[in-house]
């Protein structure tokens, strides 16, 4: 049994079974382990295992294992406060200046809750597409005629949800 001295949990660990497994070996004497001098035929002997104990501290790939979902990706690298999420976005009369702005992620944002569970590279390219499509419709039209410009962050929000 082999695992890191300083770490008491791998230790208590490998003492429980240290003592379940000579309790196991005692009472079956036709079980055969290495090292045990039982075999009649010491050339019959097979490779010597090792048990390993990690914790967390020691594991160098536990770390490196994260779920690459939409949801965990938002709480990862943006601020979340339970379910609000508050962001810079440009004011719509002066966009050189910024406000806060919050957003709720919760069961009544449509697209959170169709996205949320989805790999990040499935959401960019389902974003993408319908922000395509937004672009490219009536609605975008429309708003380009009126305004005389392109979209702002806002409209193409706005018509992203309807």
């Known amino acids: 049994i082999r695992y890191r001295q ?3 949990i791998c230790s208590s660990l490998a003492s429980v079974f ?3 497994m000579d309790e196991f070996v005692s009472s079956n004497p036709t079980w055969w382990y290495h090292g045990s001098g039982k075999s009649p035929n ?3 002997e097979r490779e010597r295992s090792t048990f390993l104990l990690l914790d967390r501290s020691s594991d160098c790939l536990t770390p490196l294992m994260h779920d690459f979902t939409y949801q965990a990706m938002v709480h990862d690298l943006l601020s979340v406060d339970g379910d609000k999420l508050t962001y810079k976005a440009e004011k719509a009369d002066n966009p050189s ?4 702005k919050d957003v709720l ?3 009544k944002d449509k697209l959170w809750v169709e996205m949320r569970g989805n790999h990040i590279a499935q959401v960019i390219e389902v974003v993408s597409a319908r922000i395509n499509e937004v672009v490219n419709s009536n609605t975008s039209s429309a708003v380009r005629k009126n305004s005389g410009s392109n979209m702002s962050l806002s409209q193409l929000a706005s018509a992203l949800k309807e």
């Open 6 to 8: 300083s770490s008491g």
């Open 18 to 20: 240290k003592l379940k």
């Open 42 to 44: 010491r050339n019959a």
């Open 97 to 100: 200046e910024k406000e806060d």
């Open 105 to 107: 992620l919760n069961e």
